[in-house]
Nanobody, 125 residues
Framework: EVQLQESGGGLVQPGGSLRLSCAASEYPYTYMGWFRQAPGKEREGVAAISTSSGDTYYTNSVKGRFTISQDNAKNTLYLQMNSLKPEDTAMYYC????????????????????WGQGTQVTVSS
């Protein structure tokens, strides 16, 4: 059974940092990613990584602030979030898939079949 377990969310002041972790069972996957959903908004892709090539993809609003990485030895995916803004407040989800995903769709949540339960990130003073 595929299991993805996120951790690391919390309350942080604007300008602060958090690191999210996603412990994954049944490695390897082809793509893994972080998605977020704020109240009243659609879920959006934040960052994704090709587990074979290491290529990374980011939505424009987080480029230069967020970094996605993987530790294959620990079967863990990370999202380092720096310079956090109130608009980053959302539930963050880890997702993975073992199928063929083209890079153009790396941030499309419809391409991912496995999801974690989410971890809340709140950016507020």
């Amino acid at each position: 059974e595929v299991q993805l377990q996120e951790s690391g969310g919390g309350l942080v002041q604007p300008g602060g940092s958090l690191r999210l972790s996603c412990a994954a069972s049944e490695y390897p996957y082809t793509y893994m990613g972080w998605f977020r959903q704020a109240p009243g908004k659609e879920r959006e892709g934040v960052a994704a990584i090709s587990t074979s090539s290491g290529d990374t993809y980011y939505t424009n609003s987080v480029k230069g602030r967020f970094t996605i990485s993987q530790d294959n030895a620990k079967n863990t995916l990370y999202l380092q979030m720096n310079s956090l803004k109130p608009e980053d407040t959302a539930m963050y989800y880890c997702a993975a898939d073992a199928g063929a995903i083209t890079s153009d769709y790396a941030l499309d949540d419809r391409e991912y079949n496995y999801w974690g339960q989410g971890t809340q990130v709140t950016v507020s003073s």
